[in-house]
Each structure stands twice: as C-alpha cells, then as structure tokens.
C-alpha cells in the first residue's frame, strides 16, 4: 500500500512562485515514477510534471517547461514540484501520483496512487 499526502498550495500574485511538496509512505515507494496533475474548474485533470524513480529522467507538459522543477528526495519520501514564474491560468487543483511500471508517463491512467489534492490559485 502507497500513501500520497500533498500539501503546500496557497493563494500567489501572478509572477510569483511556490513550492508544493508530496510525501509517500509505504511500499514500493522506492521503485515508483512520481507525477503532478492538475485540474482546474470545469476542466479534466492535465500532466504538469512526471520523474522516474531514481530522479534521472523528467518531463513536463509544455504549457509549464522552464518555469516548473520536479524533484524527488528518495531518502526522506519526498517529491517536490518548485512553480516559478506563475500564472493566473496555472489556478487548479494540484495532485501528486504515483506509477508503479511506468520510469515517468504524462498518462493519468498509468499512476496507481494518487494524494488529496492542493488547491493553487494565482491572481492577476
């Protein structure tokens, strides 16, 4: 069993950055791709982020490429996900996943666990 817990969104003006943190429990943690989804009102849920279970491989969806910094401290159980840069339409719901045969996937269906969601909303 995988546990996901994501936290750290809040309320920013636009240009501004926040950092949102996931921390996993349980197995196989270890051995799991980690991503960022996001689902903003009236919208399906969209790949912001994904990094493979040793941190070599990433990717990013485009609309968040050079301003978004997924990381991941295996150590601690951690995953992070640094927004630079940000944007009004960047508001969602942010949600950690994690894909248990996948190295990285911007596929919703391919994650297994997924946290509770942080709301980020950031104004003009």
């Known amino acids: 069993q995988v546990q996901l817990v994501d936290s750290g969104g809040g309320l920013v003006q636009a240009g501004g950055s926040l950092r949102l943190s996931c921390a996993a429990s349980g197995r196989p943690f270890s051995s799991s791709a980690m991503g960022w989804f996001r689902q903003a009102p009236g919208k399906e849920r969209e790949f912001v982020a994904s990094?493979?279970?040793?941190?070599?491989?990433?990717e990013y969806a485009d609309s968040v490429k050079d301003r978004f910094i997924i990381s991941r401290l295996s150590d601690k159980n951690m995953v992070y996900l640094q927004m630079n840069s940000l944007k009004p339409e960047d508001t969602a719901v942010y949600y950690c996943?994690?894909?248990?045969?996948?190295?990285?996937?911007?596929?919703?269906?391919?994650?297994?666990?997924w946290g509770q969601g942080t709301q980020v909303t950031v104004s003009s």
């Open positions: 990094i493979s279970w040793n941190g070599g491989s990433t």
């Open positions: 996943a994690a894909a248990i045969v996948y190295r990285t996937s911007r596929i919703a269906s391919h994650y297994n666990y």
